[in-house]
């Protein structure tokens, strides 16, 4: 079983011509909302790609937490440790998507910042995922008490102590986020995986790079939870015993699956289409 530790939004979409530079208006494009969190998304991902898993994480006691919760009902991801928090909204993210399939955002985190340690200390924890839209002290606290594999998303990128580095097998970053956090991601010898967007990925252990893999060429639609996508195929592909090039290439297939149709959590694939892909590529 999985515990992912991580953010729960609604996502508030605008497809438009481009993205919008500072100061600028742009018109004409199509609304859509879908449920997302970088959370949410990699605990509905690893589901739909045949891992057993439960999110820990929290809402607000308001209209848009049932939104942001139906695919994961749907999906089967275990939701008990998910709390209704009174007098908070549900943290939304405001997205601009541009024809090309490049997105910007904006997260307003609501009740997503009201986790506390005191949430996870009960909870018997075997593999774990997590990701910085929550409070990093109830990451380093479910940490702690993981007894398996733990894999840390360093997104968004922020200032960590060195402690929840130190704890994590796996870290996963991509090029921007791997800059700000430089050489600390290698010091405590864990997996470091960095995507590269449409270049693929690569994955480094003890300062080395040890497999590297480029993805298949699809029609990229919407790129927004490509990373969470290729976060939680590398992670269970690495638990199922994978060879780490043979984990990278799984992940790298699921990140551009992903891409090719629009929202977050819609747009996960399933361990069928992933395989299928891999088996033509
Ligand atoms: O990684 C994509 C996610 O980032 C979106 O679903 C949005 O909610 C933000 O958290």
Redesign the pocket.
């Given at each position: 079983m999985i515990t992912v530790v991580g953010?729960i939004?609604?996502?508030i979409v605008a497809t438009g011509p481009h993205l919008p530079r500072p100061g600028e208006t742009v018109t004409n494009a199509r609304l859509a909302r879908?449920?997302?969190?970088?959370?949410?998304?990699q605990a509905l991902a690893a589901k739909r790609l045949g891992a057993e898993v439960q999110l820990v994480g929290a809402v607000g006691a308001d209209d848009m937490a049932t939104e942001a919760l139906h695919l994961l009902q749907e999906g089967a991801v275990e939701l008990s440790n998910v709390s209704h928090i009174n007098g908070e909204t549900t943290?939304?993210?405001l997205?601009a998507v541009s024809a090309d399939g490049e997105n910007q955002?904006v997260?307003c985190p609501g009740a997503n910042n009201s986790l506390r340690p005191d949430d996870v200390d009960f909870l018997p924890i075997e593999h774990m995922m997590g990701?910085l839209?929550v409070p990093v002290p109830v990451l380093i606290a479910a940490m702690r008490r993981a007894t398996g594999f733990v894999s840390l998303n360093l997104?968004?990128a922020l200032p960590v102590p060195d402690e929840l580095l130190a704890e994590a097998d796996l870290i996963s970053v991509n090029e921007t986020e791997a800059a700000v956090y430089g050489d600390r991601l290698h010091a405590s010898g864990a997996f470091v995986a960095v995507s590269l967007g449409a270049e693929g990925a690569v994955l480094w252990r003890g300062g080395k790079d040890i497999a590297l893999a480029a993805p298949p060429k699809v029609h990229v639609v919407d790129t927004?939870?490509?990373?969470?996508t290729f976060t939680a195929a590398l992670t269970v592909a690495l638990l199922e015993g994978r060879a780490p090039d043979e984990a990278l290439r799984f992940a790298v297939t699921a990140g551009a699956l992903s891409c090719t149709r629009p929202g977050?959590?819609p747009s996960l694939p399933s361990r069928r289409e992933v395989d299928a892909l891999l088996a033509t590529s």
């Open positions: 953010s939004n609604l996502d879908h449920p997302g969190g970088k959370g949410a998304n943290g939304a993210a997205i955002i997260v990701v839209e997104a968004p927004v939870g490509a990373g969470d977050a959590q």
